[in-house]
Structures are given as structure tokens and as C-alpha cells.
């Protein structure tokens, strides 16, 4: 998939002002423009093939500064994304930053992800970096994927076998030495890994 100029031309914009404003408030370590665009909305980036055209949603889990979430809906506002954090203060500076660049197609949720209730939202694709080891975020997210929906990890181990209901089906290795995307979807008894 094609990315429109205009559209990363936003994402600079957001990277501009996201660095000082999330690392004011400890939310990334990133604290210019250079290095959030580097080490979170690039890797991003290495996640847009596998979202797909029939992919509807998406969740991000733990967003920190946003970075992640939000630039991958300024690509793909055709596609609803849900940044979910446990901490008021971290979704109402998400809220600040989807209504600050319009992004119409991103919403916070303040919720605890081992608290999200089984009949809540589903989603295609629930991405996650470094908020919990893989083992813990896939007991609590399995209930959260649409029927065929995965889970998208970046993490600089090895890739490993989380658990016997899911399957790994990307390894990839991103922008950022040593940080890898490694995809996950539920296990119909073969892995298939590009």
C-alpha cells in the first residue's frame, strides 16, 4: 500500500510536536522529532502491509506518547484505531493529540487491559510494545481479536513461542537495530513465518 505524501508530511508535523509534549510529561524517552519518528512511528511503518485492506480495527495497547497509533491512523483513516491506557492522564493527552491534528479515526479508552470486559470492543489487529511480557498480553487480549484478528508485538528478544493458541506468522526485523514485529494470530495447528 501506497502512502500519500500529504500523509507523512502530517506525521512529521506530529512528531514535531509529540516529542516535547510526551517527553515533558514522561511519556516517551524520544524528546525530539528525529528520534520519535525514528524509534516509533517508523517501526509503524513496518506494520502497514500486514494491516490489509479488509482490517476495520485496530488497538494499540500502552500507547505511551501516542506515536505509534496515531501516525498509523493519519495513514490509514480508513481504518478505526483505539489507543487503551490504564492512565487518565496518558488518554487525555491522547485526546489532546487526535483532536489537535483531526484525526477522526482515533479514540482513547482509559481502561486496564487485564480489565477490558470479554464483550467489549473486537479487533483485527491489537498492537503492543513493551507493556508486558508476550505470555501475560496474550492471555489478556485473546478475548479482544476479532475472529480473525492477530496480535502485532515489536520487541528486541528473540522471537518466542507465547502460547499454544497462537502461532507466529511475521518475524521481521524494523528500522531500529535489534527491535523486531513479530505477528501472532490464533494457532489452527500451522505457522507459517515471513
Given amino acids: 500500500?501506497?502512502?500519500?505524501?500529504?500523509?507523512?508530511?502530517?506525521?512529521?508535523?506530529?512528531?514535531?510536536?509529540?516529542?516535547?509534549?510526551?517527553?515533558?510529561?514522561?511519556?516517551?524517552?524520544?524528546?525530539?522529532?528525529?528520534?520519535?519518528?525514528?524509534?516509533?512511528?517508523g517501526p509503524g511503518l513496518y506494520l502497514l502491509p500486514h494491516i490489509g485492506?479488509?482490517?476495520?480495527?485496530?488497538a494499540e495497547i500502552g500507547p505511551g506518547s501516542g506515536a505509534?497509533?496515531?501516525?498509523?491512523?493519519?495513514?490509514?483513516?480508513?481504518?478505526?484505531?483505539?489507543?487503551l491506557d490504564r492512565r487518565k492522564r496518558v488518554c487525555d493527552f491522547l485526546d489532546l493529540a487526535a483532536r489537535r491534528f483531526r484525526i477522526a479515526n482515533c479514540r482513547t479508552i482509559c481502561v486496564d487491559m487485564r480489565e477490558v470486559p470479554a464483550d467489549g470492543p473486537k479487533y483485527d489487529l491489537i498492537v503492543a510494545r513493551a507493556v508486558a511480557p508476550p505470555e501475560?498480553?496474550?492471555?489478556?487480549?485473546?478475548?479482544?481479536?476479532?475472529?480473525?484478528?492477530?496480535i502485532a508485538v515489536f520487541q528486541t528478544e528473540k522471537q518466542s513461542t507465547v502460547d499454544r493458541e497462537f502461532c507466529p506468522v511475521v518475524h521481521q526485523a524494523t528500522n531500529v537495530p535489534e527491535l523486531w514485529l513479530d505477528i501472532y494470530q490464533k494457532s489452527s495447528g500451522r505457522a507459517t513465518v515471513t
Fill in 136 to 150: 501475560q498480553l496474550f492471555a489478556y487480549l485473546s478475548d479482544l481479536l476479532s475472529a480473525n484478528g492477530r
Fill in 1 to 41: 500500500m501506497l502512502v500519500e505524501p500529504s500523509r507523512l508530511d502530517a506525521c512529521a508535523a506530529l512528531a514535531d510536536w509529540l516529542a516535547p509534549a510526551a517527553a515533558k510529561l514522561g511519556l516517551t524517552q524520544f524528546d525530539t522529532a528525529a528520534a520519535l519518528a525514528a524509534n516509533l512511528i
Fill in 53 to 58: 485492506q479488509a482490517s476495520r480495527s485496530l
Fill in 68 to 83: 505509534l497509533g496515531l501516525s498509523i491512523a493519519m495513514l490509514r483513516p480508513d481504518l478505526g484505531v483505539d489507543l
